[in-house]
């Protein structure tokens, strides 16, 4: 009797045993579908947002383009067309009443649309101090990503269903400057500029070098100093960012085309119709090759001795400039300290060029975007 009773409390462990491993695999598999399940839902979910921040994105780049694309600037009125009638036609959006509007297919019924609406976009340039109408805009965009199943009824109405929406917005504006002086140089105090015989200034039919006072170019090679005359006094002379360019200088860093941190050496920098900043004190030892183009600099600026720069354009050192090394410069130079151009192989030339300022004057007062968008409307 007492090995029945063992045999039967085994036989009953054995059932328990059993009972507790189908219990727990079947938590395990229930729980790894749920969590494939999650991933799943997560990873689509996740595209779908990428998706829309693309298509927000899109958005504001298609509104600076519209912008640009006016005759008459600055643009005083957001006023998009769509005018199949017209010569040449107008396809400026699929919707003039809202603003531009644009959509495309992702994948089967799943749509993407993006909305530059007339409410979104104001013109702020008299809340920024700006004597013009239309020089900075406040633009917003909307994005869906949808369910078409219906092309007869709103994309926002069933039996179409909005899957994702985002917004953002932005300020785009150009970046207009205005000189201390249209010179060859600006810095200043001319007091500070130390120069050997192998430099050239030139300012052709204006002033080579515009400073805060004269007389400066005393104990100078003054014959490689020419303009007309070779030396101004400006009363009051500012070289601030916000003088030259009505922005700070973080501002101008964001509406830049390149931003360089920290410049790795080995090769020269190239850029054309572009703006290029460097956000820190520089040390170059390749130097650059800049084709109408704006170079600006938040710090202090040494071209070495193994340097060759040539840029076409306008250099702004928002502190101390050195240059040892070959440099070309046609355009302007202004510089918010001091000036050092101590060559003594290589030569250096700076040389005011009215194409180069006009060309430059049209690249900066063309609207652009910022490098980083908020989001939101």
Do not use: C
Not at 56 to 63: M, T
Not at 307 to 313: D, L
Request: charged share 20%.
């Amino acid at each position: 009797m007492h090995y029945r009773s063992a045999d039967s409390e085994r036989g009953s462990a054995l059932v328990w045993a059993l009972l507790f491993v189908v219990i727990t695999s079947g938590m395990i598999v229930s729980h790894s579908i749920f969590l494939a399940a999650h991933r799943k839902d997560h990873s689509v979910r996740y595209g779908r947002e990428a998706l829309a921040d693309n298509f927000a994105r899109s958005g504001l780049v298609e509104a600076v383009s519209w912008f640009r694309r006016q005759d008459s600037q600055p643009v005083v009125n957001f006023s998009p067309q769509l005018d199949e009638a017209a010569d040449p036609p107008l396809f400026d959006t699929i919707d003039q009443a809202v603003g531009i509007v644009r959509e495309f297919p992702i994948d089967g019924n799943l749509w993407g649309r993006y909305e530059v609406r007339h409410e979104d976009v104001e013109d702020v340039s008299t809340q920024l101090g700006m004597s013009t109408a239309g020089t900075v805009w406040d633009v917003g965009v909307r994005a869906f990503v949808y369910r078409r199943n219906s092309d007869e009824v709103p994309f926002d109405h069933e039996p179409n269903r909005v899957m994702l929406s985002t917004a953002m917005s932005t300020e785009m504006r150009g970046v207009e400057f205005s000189l201390p002086a249209i010179a060859a140089l600006n810095l200043p105090n001319v007091s500070n500029l130390d120069m050997s015989d192998k430099v050239v200034i030139d300012g052709g039919g204006l002033p080579a070098l515009a400073s805060d006072l004269t007389g400066g170019l005393l104990g100078i090679i003054t014959s490689t100093v020419t303009g007309t005359p070779a030396e101004t006094k400006i009363v009051g002379f500012d070289a601030s960012p916000e003088a030259i360019f009505s922005m700070p200088m973080s501002d101008l860093i964001a509406y830049s085309d390149v931003v360089i941190e920290r410049r790795p050496p080995g090769s020269v920098l190239e850029a054309q119709d572009s703006i290029v900043a460097f956000t820190n004190d520089t040390t170059d030892a390749d130097g650059m090759a800049i084709d109408n183009g704006l170079v600006v600099v938040d710090g202090d600026l040494t071209l070495t001795s193994t340097s060759t720069t040539k840029i076409r354009g306008m250099l702004y050192v928002n502190g101390n400039l050195r240059v040892e090394g070959l440099f070309y410069l046609y355009g302007s130079l202004v510089v918010n300290g001091g000036a050092q151009l101590v060559g003594t192989t290589d030569p250096i030339e700076i040389h005011y060029d009215p194409d180069a300022y006009t060309r430059l004057s049209d690249l900066l007062s063309r609207y652009r975007l910022p490098r980083a968008f908020k989001p939101g409307g």
